[in-house]
C-alpha cells in the first residue's frame, strides 16, 4: 500500500515553498502567516529554510509553489537571496512550472525580473476586489490601480502565464459588484483565474465578527447567482473551468495544483507547511520561531507524522479529485493505492448519484451542475 507514484501516471514529487510574512492579516485568512516587519526574522527564514531544504529536498521536483503568506514581501535584496537558497537545492530552470503568489502592495518590476531569472515562469495576484470599499472590507493593503500595476510588473518581467485570484461572496456584495470585477479582471487579459467564494474560516477575526453578529454573511442565493455567471462569463471568454474554483485560459491549468488534486507526491518546506509521501503525511512545526530553530539546530522541522489508513488515502483521493472538471478515476485510483475504493465507497457513491450530485461515467464519478454548487459538502462525504 505504500507506493503511489501515478498522478496521472508522470509519477514524481512536487515541492511548496512557504513564505509566512504578510504585510497585513486579513480578517478571513486562515492560512499561517504573520506580520514580521523585522528583516532579522526575514534572514533567519532564509538561513533555516536553506538547512530544511539540505534535510529534505533531493532530485527534480515536478513542479515548484513559492506560497504565502506573501513571498513577494521580502525586500529585493532578500527576496534575491530567496532564490539563490532555491538554486543550491532544485534546478527550477529544468522544472516544468514554478509558480509564485504575489501580493500588489509588495510586486515590483525589479522583484518580477529576480523571479523570473531565477527560473519562475508563473505567478498569481491576490487581487481579490477591484472595489475600494470591498478591499478595505477584507483589510488588503492594496489598490485596485496596485494590483493592475502589479500585473503590468510581471508582464514587464517577462512573465507570459499569470492568474489572478478573485473572491465573490463577500458580505454585502450584489452580483453587479462582482460582475464588475470580473469584466476588470478580464480587460487585464490574464491566463488564469481563480475566483473563491469567501468562506468563513474558524478561528478568523471576520468568524468572530460573524458570530457577534457584527458581519451578516452574504445570502446563499446570491452566491450561487455569482458562481453560476462566473462559469458563463468565463467560458464565453475562452476559459475552462477545470477545477470548482479554477479557470484557465492561456496559461492552462495550475500545474502544481493539479498534481495536488490528483494526490500526488510533494514536500512543502517552510513554518507549518506539510509533505505527503507515499501515504505518510508530516506537518512542520508552524510558528516561524519554533521551525527556524528546529532547522537551525538540524532537528527535523516536522511536528507530527501520521501514516494514512488506505480508506483514509482513497477518501482524501476522492474529497480532492472530485473538485476537478474530468472527476476521478476511481479504477485508476484503486490501481494505484491497491485499495478495493469502488467497494469501499459504493454506498456513498450511490447515495450521491441518486441525490443528483455526481454522476457515474464508466469508472469515473464526477460532480453534476447541482453538485458543483455544493462540492465542500460533496468531498467531505468520503472523509468520514
Ligand atoms: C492564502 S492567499 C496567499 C497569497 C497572497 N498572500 C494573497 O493574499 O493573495 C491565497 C488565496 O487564498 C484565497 N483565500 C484565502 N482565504 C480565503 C477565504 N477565507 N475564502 C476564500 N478565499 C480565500 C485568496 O483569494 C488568496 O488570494
Ligand atoms: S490572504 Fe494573503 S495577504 Fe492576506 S493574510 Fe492571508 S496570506 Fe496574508
Redesign the pocket.
Known sequence: MAQSPDPEAGGGTSLYVHVPF?VVKCG??D?NSYVVEDRTVHDRFLDALDRELAEVWRGRPVTVFL????PSLLDAERFARLFVVLAKHVDLHACAEVSM?A?PESLTVEKARIARAAGVNRASI?V?SFDAAQLRFLDRAHTAEGAERAFAALREAGFENISL?L?FGIPGEMPELWTADLERALTLGPDHL?C????F?PGTRLTHAMQQGRVVPNDEERDRLMFLHTRERLAAAGFVAYEVSNFAGRGGPCRHNDHYWLQGDYVGVGPGASSHRAGVRTTNLKTVDSWARAALDGLPCAASAETLHPAQRAGEALWLGIRRADGVDLARVEARLDWPVRAHFAATIDRQVQAGMIMRVGDRVRLTQAGLLLADRVGSDYLQ
Open positions: 504578510c478571513y485568512c492560512f506560497g504565502g503568506g506573501t503568489e501580493n491576490g481579490q485570484d473572491m481563480s473563491y467564494n469567501l468562506t474560516e
